[in-house]
C-alpha cells in the first residue's frame, strides 16, 4: 500500500521514496507515515533533523511536506529540500 526508505547519516534522518498506491492516496497514508517516524524518534528517545525531498511538479508531495511542518530549505534545479527538527 505505502512504503519509505529511511536513511540515518550524522543524527538526522532522511526520509526518501515516500509512496502510496494510486488506489490508496487521499487517505492521509503519507501523513501517518510521517507521524509514525516522528512518533518513533521520540520513543527511542533520538532527536533529530528530518530531510525530505520532492520534484518541484509534485504538488501533492510539496503540500503533504508542509502540512506535516516541514520547511522548504532550498531548491536545486527541479527539486525542493524541506527540514523539520523533532523536538
Known amino acids: 500500500i505505502s512504503c519509505f526508505r529511511l536513511a540515518v547519516v ?3 534522518w532522511t ?3 515516500l509512496c502510496v498506491r494510486p ?3 487521499r487517505k ?6 510521517l507521524k509514525y517516524l516522528e512518533w ?3 520513543r527511542a528517545s533520538f532527536r533529530t533533523m528530518f530531510y525530505v525531498f520532492a520534484e518541484k511538479d509534485n504538488v501533492a508531495a510539496v ?8 520547511t ?3 531548491e536545486d534545479n527541479n527539486i525542493l529540500f524541506f527540514h523539520k527538527r523533532s523536538d
Do not use: D, Q, V
Not at 492521509?28 to 507515515?33: D, E, P, Q, S, V
Not at 503540500?63 to 516541514?70: H, I
Open 28 to 33: 492521509n497514508l503519507g501523513t501517518a507515515m
Open 72 to 74: 522548504k530549505i532550498s
Open 23 to 25: 488506489e490508496h492516496r
Open 63 to 70: 503540500r503533504l511536506y508542509e502540512k506535516c511542518g516541514f
Open 15 to 17: 526520509i526518501s521514496h
Open 10 to 12: 550524522n543524527n538526522s
Open 40 to 42: 518513533f524518534s521520540e
